[in-house]
């Protein structure tokens, strides 16, 4: 088990769907920043199920209590534990995966791996875990805004093939929270969610693409060779549930360019450095430059459908099993504070971790 | 600074390209591991420039010492150091970036990071940092080879516009190192090649795409939630040089189908669980999941082109460069093993921290 | 801040004095385990306020929920969360230490750190933040017993200048139990309590040595150089409140022996090694020899005493204050269980790295 | 294998004491520090054998390379890699030892934890190893005095029943180097030298006590409540060989105080806070409080003795062993520069941790 996330600003997350409810412990936090539940519940809001009609309706208030780590409204430096109690949790509509692997779902790999699994939902594995990881993202969201001027958000690029067009530089978060299915461009919303609602009837369900966004980051954030901003940022989506693919900048669609196009010239204006193209997605080197920080994470189709399909039980004999329970057709409209929450956690960390190596005060 | 890697097998790697050499120190491998250099050696011989026609002309033997750690031809279960010194360095060669920024290289990013920079090549950010990668994945091969029973290979899947036709669980490693391009599609290596040649003569590059491959992984390796085996391959080729995207099994392609069709269904023969698909690839809930692991990694074509570009120099004027110095014009044939050698390093280290918690002499 | 402990059974605590609750999440432990509060509870008795005449009189059940990480009764291999609510916290008897900074006790250093202190009782600082260790280390406890056949315990050795006579090797958990120092010699313990009775009623306060004891350690546990099982005691002790001195085997005393007179000569037995002395205290070089592992941890009187002090306040005038509140005259009675849980937490971390590194399945 | 230390100016040693060379990779140091072999080699002159009649003869000038990590004569802020060539070897000194294990030390561990060692000298657990330690060291004294006005030393306090007379807050380095032996009480100093001469004659050894000392640490370092000042400091010296025992300030002595008696009553002088007392050694709940911190650290006599013992050999059968090669009498000397070493990397590593998490950029 890994439950832990960042080197200065850490946290780690426990907690299954079904138990006695699931949390993050925060370390490292800096000390007077204001804090209370108001500032997290908005954010585990725009994350739980049942806001709207496109997202599984289990009903959950998702109510956060801060145990620990703050005193008269202010952290204190200490450790923060926050608290959400599991409250629909319908174990009966899973006892059927008591004794059989959902497909492309972890049942298989949790039972093969620690010998038992707590089969009532997902577990450890189910997308409820996120809980903690948004609740410490609201905490690292803040403290960027407040006291390093940096500006996360992010939102639906695609849905199946209907792509957005939005510009990373420019979009707002009031576009992205226009609509349920959080994306900027609001034709393209309009057919998501049509989309999205075609597959609930259907039994099925549908995967896209996430975009991140990280606006104000000063140059000088990333700790080569192995802490690259790109590498912590790829491993913070690619650790998100049913993510399938990370790339920054031009990704993928940079192999189809030679050096000379790629690159992005450097110039200067009133003693800043700036790139005119932003190809390298804002991080060189691994390294921040001072560029808008832009990248896309693909989530493949919700594994859970409501047909029939081929399995194995606990026995090893082959059945087939039906999905049940309360199931997202689109995870993308829940993964946008998810994205958003793990972009900050990484960034936080790397602030505090440059400011540690190259702060100003030593040298 | 970032240097190390790994939880339990973890390295430390260290080195400028311009200096006193590189290296790494490998701690926790397990003892009485036959090791000599010879082990390491043919890996780093795949690794080094001048190679080959399509790479860059340093000549560099990169041969390595093994420095500690090793006790008539074994492992002591201490740290083992393994040393490559700079030959071929050429400083005057990078005169000219003394003062000016190359651009999409890490020249500026590391000087607004640092306040300083070994000029004289790319210093730290060079790929000559990947020896030590490179030597330490040796071991981590080795290791996985002969005590788990996994083998771990990788080749040249796409080079701009050029694709490779091969199949992960079948492609076999002397047909990758049939050609100086590492691919095992003979006719799409061809292409390659003289695509290659051309971006070379043009003063230009070409980026391309890497499948990296492990076969023999058993079921239960990954630590979810944050360690997913997913994340820390992510990790592991984002942290790489250049390395634009990561996707693992269907990757972005997943988002272009449903959920019925996407699932891997499970079927049990003879006391064994498989997929007949394989659109996870190999990993589930960021745990194996036994069957062939299998992603894809994408890098940009390289920054440095002999051509003059707009840049910046060190006093913040607009300026330009034309790319001077022994480079690659497409860094795919090299990268094959760097991303053999970080696939080697998440697995062992996964397949120590699995048995250091599920080991079966415990519960 | 830095509140986890442990590199592969992995914990952190959270948690003030005055606020929501106190707790820990154990990340790494074992699957299979049977476990349940009834595991924990006894371990949290034995550390709590108001358990006997010579302890602290705060009135708090300290009872524990376990939040997540077991299902059916049995550890799922994912994180455990425990949770113990405060409930009998009377901040106003510290309304005058908003002002004050006790002396001796972290007020001002947590202020001159943090900028900030929860001066309700010494919020983090204070001794109940351990509750967190001693139920991560009830768990410990129970896997060292039932799977790796060690014995853990500890006793009262010394108060003030009496001292107890008792031998590692044979002492036994139920005369350690049958008074309420902990002092496993009867007469030492009557005069112990008498020496912490007269301390009390005078408003004062008085300190001694606890030893910890672990038997059954097979030879092979530590992890040279630094994770040296002296290093990793020798710290986990020194993190413990009020704690000042730590020592292995022979300690400080050594150094009144020469080298012929201090070595322990190896013997064997039947195929076993053993040394008929155990001046080593279990340890060499850092790793367990198959001796009984005994140490010695000094613990200072308490700063809380309820006599007049100088001090400054928070307006770094002078002033003077008399302590208040609950507190315990004598810290060792509740010290055994911390310091046995502090130990089981090495050693159960030690043996999963051991097994890690070293284990039989590979080499 | 645990060859790191601290968090963010983290060192990972390496090598053999007889082999190809000992060394030491530092990562996380500020850029910027003017830094060369000059710097550093003088520690190492403190720390090497042949140094003067009370050490080991073994001749090795134990000159160090800086591999990596500096340019043009100041730090990258990239990994340094420092190596010292083994010199003087004797394996053949230690061919007895290929097939015994010497009383006490940790040939016969080494054995048990890894199935084999490097039996020419101590291989892994030589005190051979400190170089790298000692080197790295150098740096962090550079580092805290010049850019954190700390000051670091260490002196032999006592050797058998030998005591010294100094105060901690008045003792001045070159009055350490003054006499071979490093004591500061130059009429004690003498008595130690005779005694570890004689020891010497009679092929015995001695142990004793180093004091540590930090002067101008300011209130605000160490992180509770794992990383406590105190317990890291506590790690660090029993990582060292030999050590046995340590303690801070008033330490084990605090036991025969009450606590009217041993608190420190605060005072305030021009707006800045004092103890005109200093028991607490300088640290409060685990944080500097301002005072000089000062601590003692036990050492046992050398367990290499050239009289016959009773061992075991590697068949398991009992025989007899006389101690040969060449040893220290006395490990306190060459200990002294070691001790100050591992202070001044506990207190780097702190400064780096309480900027990144209370700096005063942010809040």
């Given at each position: 088990?890994?439950?832990?996330?960042?080197?200065?600003?850490?946290?780690?997350?426990?907690?299954?769907?079904?138990?006695?409810?699931?949390?993050?412990?925060?370390?490292?936090?800096?000390?007077?920043?204001?804090?209370?539940?108001?500032?997290?519940?908005?954010e585990?809001d725009r994350r739980r199920?049942?806001q709207s009609?496109i997202v599984?309706?289990?009903?959950?208030?998702?109510?956060?209590?801060?145990?620990?780590?703050?005193?008269?409204?202010?952290?204190?430096?200490?450790?923060?534990?926050?608290?959400?109690?599991?409250?629909?949790?319908?174990?009966?509509?899973?006892?059927?995966?008591?004794?059989?692997?959902?497909?492309?779902?972890?049942?298989?790999?949790?039972?093969?791996?620690?010998?038992?699994?707590?089969?009532?939902?997902?577990?450890?594995?189910?997308a409820?875990?996120t809980?903690?990881r948004v609740?410490?993202g609201?905490?690292?969201k803040?403290?960027?805004?407040?006291?390093?001027?940096?500006?996360i958000l992010a939102y639906v690029q695609q849905t199946?093939?209907?792509?957005a067009?939005a510009?990373?530089?420019?979009v707002?978060p009031?576009e992205i929270e226009s609509n349920i299915v959080r994306c900027p461009?609001?034709?393209?919303a309009?057919?998501m969610?049509?989309?999205?609602?075609?597959?609930?009837?259907?039994?099925?369900?549908?995967?896209g693409i996430v975009t991140g966004v990280?606006?104000?980051?000063?140059?000088?954030?990333?700790?080569?060779?192995?802490?690259?901003?790109?590498?912590?940022?790829?491993?913070?989506m690619?650790?998100l549930?049913?993510?399938?693919?990370?790339?920054?900048?031009?990704?993928?669609?940079?192999?189809?360019?030679?050096?000379?196009?790629?690159?992005?010239?450097?110039?200067?204006?009133?003693?800043?450095?700036?790139?005119?193209?932003?190809?390298?997605?804002?991080?060189?080197?691994?390294?921040?430059?001072?560029?808008?920080?832009?990248?896309r994470t693909?989530f493949?189709?919700?594994?859970?459908?409501?047909?029939?399909?081929?399995?194995?039980?606990?026995?090893?004999?082959?059945?087939?099993?039906?999905?049940?329970?309360?199931?997202d057709?689109c995870v993308l409209p829940r993964a946008v504070p998810m994205v958003e929450a793990m972009t900050a956690?990484?960034?936080?960390?790397?602030?505090?971790?440059?400011?540690?190596?190259?702060?100003?005060?030593?040298?």
């Amino acid at each position: 088990m890994a439950s832990s996330f960042g080197r200065l600003f850490r946290i780690t997350t426990w907690g299954e769907s079904h138990g006695g409810g699931v949390g993050v412990v925060v370390d490292g936090c800096p000390p007077r920043l204001a804090l209370t539940e108001a500032d997290i519940q908005p954010e585990l809001d725009r994350r739980r199920p049942g806001q709207s009609a496109i997202v599984s309706p289990r009903k959950e208030s998702d109510t956060v209590e801060i145990l620990s780590g703050t005193f008269e409204g202010k952290t204190l430096g200490t450790p923060i534990c926050l608290l959400v109690r599991n409250q629909d949790a319908r174990p009966e509509a899973y006892s059927e995966m008591a004794t059989k692997f959902r497909p492309s779902h972890a049942d298989y790999t949790y039972t093969a791996k620690y010998g038992l699994r707590n089969w009532q939902g997902g577990g450890r594995s189910s997308a409820r875990e996120t809980i903690g990881r948004v609740a410490a993202g609201a905490i690292a969201k803040k403290l960027l805004r407040e006291h390093f001027g940096v500006e996360i958000l992010a939102y639906v690029q695609q849905t199946g093939k209907i792509k957005a067009v939005a510009d990373p530089e420019t979009v707002k978060p009031r576009e992205i929270e226009s609509n349920i299915v959080r994306c900027p461009d609001i034709a393209a919303a309009q057919r998501m969610i049509r989309l999205i609602e075609k597959a609930r009837q259907a039994g099925d369900s549908v995967g896209g693409i996430v975009t991140g966004v990280a606006r104000g980051v000063p140059p000088g954030w990333g700790e080569p060779v192995f802490d690259k901003l790109t590498a912590d940022l790829a491993k913070a989506m690619m650790s998100l549930p049913a993510s399938r693919g990370f790339e920054i900048g031009s990704g993928f669609a940079s192999i189809l360019m030679t050096g000379i196009e790629h690159n992005d010239a450097f110039r200067a204006k009133r003693g800043k450095v700036f790139t005119p193209t932003n190809r390298s997605g804002g991080i060189q080197g691994g390294i921040s430059n001072g560029a808008t920080l832009y990248f896309r994470t693909a989530f493949k189709p919700v594994a859970t459908v409501m047909v029939e399909q081929d399995t194995v039980d606990v026995a090893l004999r082959n059945t087939t099993l039906k999905g049940r329970g309360r199931h997202d057709p689109c995870v993308l409209p829940r993964a946008v504070p998810m994205v958003e929450a793990m972009t900050a956690l990484v960034l936080i960390d790397h602030a505090l971790r440059h400011r540690a190596q190259c702060g100003s005060e030593v040298l």
